[in-house]
């Protein structure tokens, strides 16, 4: 099958997203003057945007390309939680399996942007309103309750692990566990942002080029470099699908269960302006490719050209599914 005809087999999937969710708010103003007070630029304000982030853009990305999600993680009790419920609700993205833990913050990026007649408005500051504190055990119990629930309806479970303290090994475990008990067995997925060994077993794992050096403890340069590293991590791991290490311009690594290795180039872009959000387009593509059936290159390829559409735009975006159509053909006429 040719690479576009994949992409109508994106929609029409249910995927569950695991994860720390978080609310992105974007606070844009025009830059008038320096501030007399400190070497900073004045900005008056214009327009603030509030995006899914965090876990909630790879099910963004999911339900941009015409499949469902239901997203689970924990949201404090505050107006940001509610205002990331409706974020989330907006996009298309089932909510019930949010966990309200009234003891933690909802986690909030804040990006303080400044307009200077560029195309897109440059970041001059960011704030985290954070937790990094364990889950207690109550409110762990109440998230696998609600993955319990889920995981028999989904074609595949998406795990995207930013370590904020919801992706625990148990909870991992737990994931494992519940989807070999499903009649139908759920593809499993994860982003696991260096920490691979959580998730061996999983049929995919996605890591970028900077964690497999940190987890191999070994210099990574060349292609044939990454794609060894891959299949090791594939091996290692007991991956039942794959291993894909992301290279950014580089394009990406692949690793599969039955000894192939193959490198992926990454489509030819020049206007890049913020690699932000890159890697969870990339981990929905695969996810909804794969549980399509598309062989593991072609995913990586889908994955390589929806994550070009991304960079080329600040922050989180979620390409559509004739966007992605039209760089595929741009790029091969």
């Not at 630029?41 to 509030?50: A, D, H, I, K």
């Not at 897109?120 to 119990?141: C, G, H, K, N, W």
């Not at 091996?235 to 290279?247: A, E, K, P, Y």
């Not at 193959?262 to 913020?274: G, L, Q």
Request: charged residues 20%.
């Amino acid at each position: 099958m040719s690479l576009r005809s994949w992409i109508p087999k994106l929609a029409g999937q249910r995927v569950l997203v695991i994860g720390d969710v978080i609310l992105d708010e974007y606070l844009i103003g025009s830059a008038t003057r320096l501030s007399r007070e400190a070497p900073v630029p004045v900005l008056e304000f214009e327009s603030r945007q509030l995006i899914p982030g965090g876990a909630a853009n790879p099910a963004a990305n999911i339900v941009g390309l015409g499949s469902a999600t239901i997203q689970v993680g924990v949201i404090g009790s505050d107006t940001e939680a509610t205002a990331l419920r409706q974020v989330l609700q907006a996009r298309g993205i089932e909510t019930a399996a949010l966990v309200v833990d009234s003891g933690r913050p909802t986690t909030v990026k804040t990006r303080v942007m400044a307009q200077m007649g560029l195309r897109f408005a440059q970041q001059v500051a960011r704030l985290d309103r954070i937790s990094r504190e364990p889950l207690s055990a109550a409110t762990e119990r109440q998230v696998r309750a609600l993955i319990q629930d889920c995981i028999a309806s989904v074609n595949a479970v998406l795990i995207s692990d930013y370590h904020i303290g919801l992706v625990t090994p148990s909870l991992v475990d737990a994931v494992r566990l519940l989807a070999a008990e499903c009649q139908q067995p759920p593809l499993l997925t994860a982003d696991a942002q260096g920490q691979l060994d959580k998730y061996a077993g999983f049929g995919l794992v996605k890591c970028n080029a900077d964690e497999a050096r940190a987890f191999l403890r070994r210099s990574l340069t060349t292609s044939a470099d990454f794609e060894a590293a891959a299949l090791e991590l594939c091996q290692s791991l007991g991956l039942t699908d794959c291993m894909v290490i992301t290279r950014g311009a580089a394009g990406a690594a692949l690793a599969t269960s039955d000894g192939r290795t193959a490198h992926c180039p990454a489509p030819t872009i020049t206007d890049v302006y913020d690699t932000v959000g890159a890697g969870d387009t990339t981990v929905a593509v695969l996810t909804l490719a794969l549980a399509a059936g598309a062989p593991p290159e072609d995913a990586v390829h889908l994955a390589n050209y929806a994550s070009g559409l991304v960079v080329r735009r600040v922050g989180n975006y979620a390409p559509s599914a004739d966007e992605l159509r039209r760089a595929i053909e741009e790029d091969t006429a």
